[in-house]
């Protein structure tokens, strides 16, 4: 059977890398899968809500378009057991003045492959988005973000927080896109990420490509184990290591989570990366 | 407010642009059949195992399709290149003997000026073969080999033997597979055990015939806390046929020794430059790469470094300037494979006129490689709305004791910064020149002088039209 392509890097590079394309998961592919399509429609100057906390779909589509001067508000909480593997692929389109504020959490599944594209068509409109991901057993993510910026005066911006334990693989690929004609837009994207072991894998693809000189782009990327200074601080005041190791991915996640509307779902994730970091993958 | 635009003149190329008569005394025919190859080895009176290594390289030319990433190289038709070219003279031992026509054009680029002022070797590589080529003669008492790399064949096969397209084997991509095929020239480096050349090595490569490909290896050797700064750079006339240029550049740095190889590389702007670099690092080790790309219609060039001791280090220092119908793709690559191994990697990209540059990367961190330190920063500068710029970092860490950064920026100059040097009364195009100069300082200071100057002009020809 000829394999489905999920998402592909928007320009590709060594083959030997590896982070050019994924492909879906088997499991998806031989077993039909139902997917889930939601279709969402900002009205002009309008404000809307949209949280997905999914524990049972695994495969989600989901389309947005916000109209004129519309804001659009969504999160998008990967849940799934662990045993499943997972899809989710969000494209959005923000016309003029628009705003997207997008927040996920990849949590669950055993492998998950998410896309997320949001197109800022329209003059002055936004993207802030933010994203973390907790790796840990044999899990594998695969990240692919672009946010393209077509219109004048736009503003992106790409926050991703993760932490990666056991022997967990991830693949993060984020692309700023400044289109030909995106005079006077910025871009703006992060990625920090812990690594609390050895044994884990972690790739990182910052692209930012542009045709327009009128811009103004930045992208970093950090990674690195817990720092041993803040470590021993911790410690040295009574707390053990997991607990210190805790504190320090619950403190990196937290900018990430106060954008979770729902006090008990943001309850529910951090303590289940707490339970993990102590007892290991459940 | 309505931005200011300043107008930037095209570069100034008529130095560079000096086309002999084409007087070759050899010439295969054209495209790549076993008979060329076998055609070019006795030409070269190759040893039996040199042979059989061109043959096997020509099997996986065959083989190994065209990438599939990075600029389009499609307009390059290997049957239209005449692989080797072999000028009309003979190997000269000093610079009276060399051709009077050939001489010429390299006076006008400044090579024996050079040697005379700092410089302590000069190898000058005329289309495929070196025709010029000199060492100190304490350097050579001191054992320090610097030959061409026909002369190395034979002097000294069983070094050759060891070392030749082991960093680089043929089978690693298409361009590989050729060059291993019907390399040409080149220069043969081998500095021993706690020697410290310490004026820089230079070397001159340029490019006459039209049609012609030049496939020249380089390959240095240095033995333990030995230390050696090379020189490579390059310059071709234009012509209306593409050139290709598939050079392979070989670095061994051995245990606490450091190299530091330098190129400002300035082709006519119809040359593919699909080069190949790589340097391996032992323990303690150091290598120091200076990278300037300023010609060629397409580059496509990622000098890595793998780092295989202890303690190995690279430091990457690189400039890109891209200017009408270039598409310049360049960058570094790292392979960390030993505890406490650090690279820093620091470039510079610009466009404009309608230039596209990029900047590749890939850092790998393999498990072994605890306590590995990684900082990239990478800047790029588009001067005008027609020309492209893009950043493709990739980092694949395999494990957590590391400390990897990558930081990039895109952006134009600031009306700020051009207003306020305007109304000090320096010229617009100055300003500009001015504020890239600035741009690309940290490249600047890590060349010798008479480098440093040439890529200032090479600048200043891009922005304001003339030497300034």
Not at chain 2, 297 to 316: M, T
Request: aromatic residues 8%.
């Amino acid at each position: 059977m000829e394999k489905e392509l999920f998402s592909t890097l928007p320009v590709p590079t060594w083959r030997w890398l590896g982070v050019n394309e994924v492909y879906l998961p088997e499991e998806l592919q031989t077993l039909p899968t139902p997917v889930r399509k939601i279709q969402i429609d900002v009205p002009a100057g309008q404000h809307v809500t949209q949280v997905i906390a999914n524990r049972t779909e695994q495969r989600t589509e989901i389309t947005a378009h916000v109209a004129e001067g519309g804001t659009l508000q969504m999160v998008q909480l990967q849940l799934l057991p662990p045993d499943k593997a997972g899809t989710c692929n969000v494209e959005v389109t923000a016309e003029k003045d628009a705003q997207v504020y997008y927040t996920t959490a990849e949590i669950g599944a055993s492998r998950v492959l998410a896309q997320v594209k949001i197109d800022l068509a329209g003059d002055g409109s936004k993207a802030d988005m933010a994203a973390l991901y907790f790796g840990d057993g044999t899990r594998s993510i695969d990240l692919n973000y672009v946010i393209t910026q077509t219109g004048k005066k736009t503003e992106a911006n790409m926050q991703v927080r993760g932490a990666l334990q056991d022997s967990a693989a991830k693949i993060f690929r984020g692309t700023l896109d400044f289109k030909a004609g995106s005079k006077d837009s910025t871009g703006r994207e992060k990625e920090e990420v812990v690594l609390l072991n050895e044994g884990i894998r972690n790739r990182s693809v910052p692209l930012m490509l542009s045709a327009e000189e009128d811009v103004n782009g930045q992208h970093a990327v950090s990674a690195g184990r817990l720092d041993n200074s803040r470590l021993f601080y911790l410690m040295s005041r009574g707390l053990d290591e997991k607990e210190a190791r805790k504190l320090v991915v619950g403190a990196l996640f937290a900018t990430v989570l106060e954008r979770v509307p729902d006090a008990e779902l943001r309850e529910k994730i951090s303590r289940e990366v707490e339970e993990r970091i102590e007892h290991g993958q459940r | 407010m309505e931005q200011q635009k300043t107008f930037v003149e095209d570069i100034e190329r008529t130095l560079y642009d000096i086309r002999n008569e084409d007087h070759s005394v050899y010439k295969t025919e054209r495209g790549l059949t076993e008979e060329i190859i076998r055609d070019i080895s006795r030409q070269k009176k190759d040893p039996a195992w040199m042979l059989d290594f061109r043959l096997q390289s020509l099997e996986k030319y065959y083989r190994i399709p065209l990438p599939v990433w990075g600029p389009d190289i499609s307009e390059l038709n290997m049957d239209d290149i005449v692989t080797y070219v072999r000028p009309g003279g003979k190997m000269a031992g000093n610079w009276q003997e060399v051709p009077e026509e050939i001489k010429a054009t390299f006076d006008r680029l400044g090579i024996p000026e050079a040697e005379r002022t700092s410089l302590s070797g000069v190898g000058a590589q005329y289309d495929s073969e070196v025709v010029y080529h000199r060492v100190q003669k304490e350097l050579s008492d001191q054992g320090v080999i610097y030959t061409d790399f026909e002369t190395a064949v034979h002097e000294y096969e069983d070094i050759v033997k060891e070392y030749f397209m082991k960093l680089v084997p043929p089978k690693d991509h298409k361009f590989a597979a050729l060059h291993g095929a019907v390399w040409s020239g080149g220069s043969f480096v081998y500095v021993p055990e706690g020697m410290h050349v310490d004026i820089p090595l230079q070397s001159y490569f340029r490019l006459n015939a039209a049609g012609a490909g030049q496939f020249e290896h380089t390959l240095i050797i240095c033995e333990k806390n030995s230390s050696l700064h090379f020189i490579e750079g390059c310059s071709a006339p234009r012509y209306n046929v593409t050139n290709l240029h598939a050079g392979c550049v070989e670095l061994y740095v051995k245990e606490g020794a450091r190299l530091r190889y330098s190129t400002i590389e300035n082709w006519s702007r119809n040359m593919m430059n699909l080069n190949t670099k790589r340097a391996l690092v032992e323990k303690d080790g150091l290598i120091e790469w200076v990278s300037g790309s300023f010609g060629s219609h397409v580059s496509c060039l990622y000098p890595s470094s793998i780092l295989h001791g202890e303690n190995a280090r690279c430091e990457f220092t690189g400039v890109t300037f891209a200017s009408r119908g270039q598409d310049l793709d360049t960058g570094a690559t790292v392979v960390m494979l030993a505890p406490n191994t650090s690279a820093n990697i620091n470039t510079r990209t610009i466009s404009k006129s309608g230039g596209a540059a990029t900047y590749r990367s890939a850092v790998k961190v393999t498990p072994g490689a605890k306590g590995a330190k990684c900082l990239v920063n990478c800047e790029s500068l588009l001067l005008d709305e027609k020309s492209r710029s893009d950043t493709l970092p990739v980092m694949d860490i395999e494990t957590d004791d590391v400390e990897i950064g990558h930081e990039a920026k895109i952006g134009r100059i600031s009306d700020e910064a051009i207003f306020y040097l305007t109304s000090r009364g320096i010229a617009e195009e100055e300003a500009q020149a001015m504020i890239v100069r600035g741009f690309v300082e940290p490249v600047a200071k890590a060349l010798p002088l008479e480098y440093a100057v040439e890529m200032n002009n090479l600048i200043n020809m891009e922005l304001v039209g003339s030497m300034g």
